[in-house]
């Protein structure tokens, strides 16, 4: 008898599930392992049997000769069950929170094992810090999020290997045109790492320029008229036709140059604005990545810089109107409060999606906070015309509702899959 498409779903959702528990089982017998081999014992390296450290500081030694026979026993190579173990006790011993995850099923543990990757050269502080802020809802987020909290952690924990990190990816700029490499079209590739503003300044120049190479006539695509846009701005001038000239030049007169426009929705903690060495990391709301304090006070130090001081946005007030477009604060509001798309997994960022009704605007829904949300383009689609349906439980907080029963919670630390509902 064919399966249906429900029962298919269901199956794949049960065997994950299956899978998650059997890695479980195994990964306990692991520990359990290492813990009646472990041992500090450092003599006799270079022949015989010793201790060596597998994960970061504080979890314990093991034997070198057990990990060796546990690798035959699943089928690993000695490095791949050193890696393996590592990961084990990296979690087991430093990262309680994410443990409880792990050994309760919440979280399969190839992702914990990426995470003890990254935190094996923290100290136990910094771990400690990860843990804290993951370890609940390591499996709802995302690598990009878990990411963040690891530099966050370096940057609050280790200070001399965050400003040494710095100023290596400072040194580690550079603009490189290919002159070497012409193409028999007469195109070089062209690479280069910037500052994140000065990046930020060329690429609003070459748009800038873009737009008024489209605006003068041009009918080549954007792609073509960006190239085209920065060997204009190397030659320093601006021939388009309807710009002005004073009377009497025989060259058009210059554009005004464009101060940097500092505008970022950055966190700081008070400690940090008044210059305590702990507490030297920001966070940048566009990106939701930690920067270094240092790096911010360099942009808003440069003399060419406007820094645009905003009022702080309540993101509980309710805001409401009665049209169907959304009013720009109330963009910005779901912009600040979800950051990403809130379909189930999406990570797409909130300014590049649209601001869904969650019911409709024809079905009486109103343009209000409370039903609000930002979904991409595609998942926009999929909820009109594919049958998936979301309810609002609170700002920020949705339930999604597929169209084989299957339910998902989301929220600001990511999605979690539900026990599905059948329908009829």
């Known amino acids: 008898m064919t399966s249906s498409a429900a029962d298919l779903l269901e199956v794949m959702r049960h065997e994950t599930r299956a899978a998650a528990a059997a890695e479980v089982r195994r990964l306990r017998a692991v520990i359990d392992w290492s813990t009646l081999h472990t041992t500090d014992e450092e003599a006799d390296?270079?022949?015989?049997?010793?201790?060596?450290?597998?994960?970061?500081?504080?979890?314990?030694?093991?034997?070198?000769?057990?990990?060796?026979?546990?690798?035959a026993a699943l089928g690993m190579s000695t490095d791949s069950a050193k890696r393996y173990v590592g990961a084990a006790l990296e979690v087991r011993f430093r990262l309680p929170r994410l443990w409880g995850a792990v050994d309760s099923g919440r979280l399969p543990f190839w992702k914990a094992r990426w995470i003890a990757e990254h935190t094996m050269s923290?100290?136990?502080?910094?771990?400690?810090?990860?843990?804290?802020?993951?370890?609940?809802?390591?499996?709802?987020?995302?690598?990009?999020?878990?990411?963040?909290?690891?530099?966050?952690?370096?940057?609050?924990?280790?200070?001399?290997?965050?400003?040494?990190?710095?100023?290596?990816e400072a040194?580690?700029?550079?603009?490189?045109?290919?002159?070497?490499?012409?193409?028999?079209?007469?195109?070089?590739?062209?690479?280069?790492?910037?500052?994140?503003?000065?990046?930020?300044?060329?690429?609003?120049?070459?748009?800038?320029?873009?737009?008024?190479?489209?605006?003068?006539?041009?009918?080549?695509?954007?792609?073509?008229?960006?190239?085209?846009?920065?060997?204009?701005?190397?030659r320093g001038y601006d021939p388009l036709p309807f710009d002005t000239t004073s009377e009497g030049e025989d060259h058009p007169a210059p554009r005004p140059r464009t101060k940097r426009t500092v505008e970022l929705v950055v966190h700081l903690h008070a400690d940090t604005v008044f210059g305590n060495p702990a507490a030297n990391v920001g966070r940048c709301e566009t990106t939701r990545s930690p920067i270094n304090a240092e790096t911010i006070r360099q942009w808003c130090g440069n003399p060419n810089t406007i820094v645009r001081v905003r009022p702080v946005l309540d993101l509980a007030d309710h805001v409401h109107v009665a049209a169907y477009e959304h009013p720009d604060r109330l963009v910005e509001q779901d912009e600040l409060?979800?950051?990403?798309?809130?379909?189930?997994?999406?990570?797409?960022?909130?300014?590049?999606?649209?601001?869904?009704?969650?019911?409709?605007?024809?079905?009486?829904?109103?343009t209000c906070s409370c039903n609000s949300a930002p979904l991409c383009r595609g998942h926009h689609r999929l909820k009109t015309h594919g049958a998936w349906t979301y309810d609002v439980l609170d700002r920020g907080t949705y339930l999604w509702h597929s169209p084989h029963g299957h339910r998902y919670h989301r929220d600001h630390t990511g999605t979690e899959a539900l026990a599905s509902r059948r329908r009829p």
């Open 171 to 234: 040194d580690g700029r550079h603009f490189t045109v290919h002159k070497a490499d012409v193409t028999i079209a007469g195109n070089v590739e062209v690479t280069g790492t910037l500052d994140a503003r000065d990046a930020h300044d060329l690429d609003l120049a070459v748009g800038q320029r873009a737009e008024d190479l489209k605006a003068a006539g041009s009918t080549e695509s954007l792609d073509v008229r960006r190239a085209q846009a920065v060997g204009d701005l190397a």
């Open 45 to 71: 390296a270079a022949f015989g049997d010793h201790g060596i450290p597998l994960a970061g500081p504080g979890a314990p030694w093991v034997s070198e000769f057990a990990v060796m026979e546990l690798g």
């Open 122 to 168: 923290l100290s136990q502080a910094a771990a400690s810090f990860v843990d804290e802020r993951i370890g609940a809802y390591a499996h709802r987020l995302s690598y990009a999020e878990i990411e963040r909290q690891i530099n966050a952690a370096v940057e609050r924990f280790d200070p001399e290997t965050a400003e040494k990190r710095r100023r290596e």
């Open 337 to 366: 409060v979800d950051l990403t798309c809130v379909f189930p997994y999406c990570t797409r960022p909130a300014p590049r999606c649209d601001k869904d009704h969650a019911i409709a605007y024809d079905d009486g829904g109103p």
